[in-house]
């Protein structure tokens, strides 16, 4: 071997070298995200997987199977239904809308919906935009009607998951039930709030919400792997199944496989497709502030608190974005979602550079207490956890 050759040898040694150190460096430093995800499918999750992208690269980490039948095993360019993320991409839209002058965050939702929201003691002429989507506006949300939950969450499923709902429709439902308080008087979680900004956005400009999520956000960021799937009950390849325990009726431990389903009764509130790569370039570009201009961003971040309500707890309210501040003092910023058979958390540092995007594919148990234990595992600080 001449000389030249033996010096591009050890030069090509060493390089293999750095880089299988700096791998190892890097799955050392998610160890304890991996085994957060360990001991969920350890506690019988069915299978769980987190992607973790900050200033010093990418690491991905999964446990479990994609499907319990074959033994698949989860990967990450799998498409999932990503729940109550879908609040985000609205909230942005409603918010370009604002920029462009052709809609106020004051205005109220009689002004675009007339009648629409009355009865039982709702009125629309007292709530705003800005209420329903900081979930201040006290409307009562449409999952929680009894007949509608009774439907969604027993084994009545199995027989109506592919029932379409029409946003007018959930809104009748939510119409047949009192406030759960006066408008801007308290906090409170609702679906109802979502469905009806993404009818005002159809108002405003002549097109569905998902049209204007696609014009305005999936196309520009090119989230090739993300869509509104509408009424079609199956899921692009390659997917994992989503299992379901349902959480009323007689059958509470059986997981189901839900993942086929007419997501329309989610609609503007849940019903998004969306991929761990899409989901941070999304989020990673709203926290950045690089979607909306700096008045609109500023409205978007400025939350209420949600304390003394059920929901996560050591949150604050924006639209459509949330933040959670961990154990250890560190304070997350996105959001998550929740549908049959699949939890998603897409959280990360105010400006965006530090992200975890996870998805469990089991919604039984407590998996807010999961994703709760990934984000410490990932976020805080060696010394305090």
């Known amino acids: 071997m001449t000389k030249t050759l033996r010096t591009a040898a050890c030069l090509l040694a060493a390089a293999v070298a750095v880089t299988a150190n700096a791998s190892a460096a890097v799955a050392d430093d998610h160890a304890e995200v991996q085994q957060v995800l360990d001991q969920a499918v350890a506690d019988g999750m069915p299978g769980a997987m987190a992607d973790v992208r900050d200033g010093r690269g990418s690491w991905f980490g999964t446990a479990g199977v994609a499907d319990t039948d074959t033994g698949r095993k989860r990967r990450q360019q799998e498409y999932f239904r990503a729940g109550s993320t879908t609040k985000t991409f609205v909230a942005v839209v409603v918010l370009k809308l604002a920029a462009e002058g052709r809609l106020s965050l004051d205005d109220t939702v009689d002004k675009w919906l007339p009648g629409v929201v009355k009865g039982n003691g709702h009125d629309g002429s007292k709530i705003t935009i800005r209420q329903l989507l900081n979930q201040t506006s006290g409307i009562f949300p449409y999952t929680s009607d009894e007949g509608l939950a009774t439907k969604q969450w027993s084994t009545a499923f199995l027989k109506g998951r592919f029932d379409s709902y029409r946003p007018e429709q959930l809104v009748k439902v939510a119409m047949a039930n009192p406030p759960s ?154 959001n998550g979602g929740r549908i049959h058979g699949s939890w998603t958390y897409a959280m990360g540092t105010r400006d965006g550079k530090h992200m975890l995007v996870t998805n469990i594919n089991g919604d039984w148990g407590n998996p807010i207490s999961i994703l709760t234990k990934e984000m410490e595992a990932e976020m805080c600080p060696p010394s305090s956890r």
């Open 181 to 334: 308080f006066a408008p801007g008087k308290g906090w409170g979680y609702s679906n109802t709030n979502y469905t009806l900004a993404g009818m005002i956005i159809e108002k405003v400009t002549g097109r569905s919400y998902a049209e204007e999520i696609t014009r305005h956000i999936i196309r520009p960021l090119g989230l090739r792997k993300t869509y509104l799937p509408g009424e079609e009950p199956k899921l692009r390849k390659p997917h994992a199944r989503h299992y379901v325990k349902f959480l009323v009726g007689e059958d509470t431990t059986t997981p189901y496989d839900l993942t086929d389903m007419n997501a329309s009764w989610a609609g503007a509130a849940g019903s998004i497709v969306s991929t761990m790569s899409d989901l941070h370039t999304f989020y990673r570009a709203v926290l950045s502030g690089r979607l909306l201009p700096p008045a609109q961003q500023k409205e978007m971040f400025t939350t209420v608190s949600t304390k003394g309500v059920q929901w996560i707890d050591n949150t604050a309210y924006g639209l459509g974005v949330f933040s959670q501040k961990l154990s250890c003092g560190v304070t997350v910023w996105g």
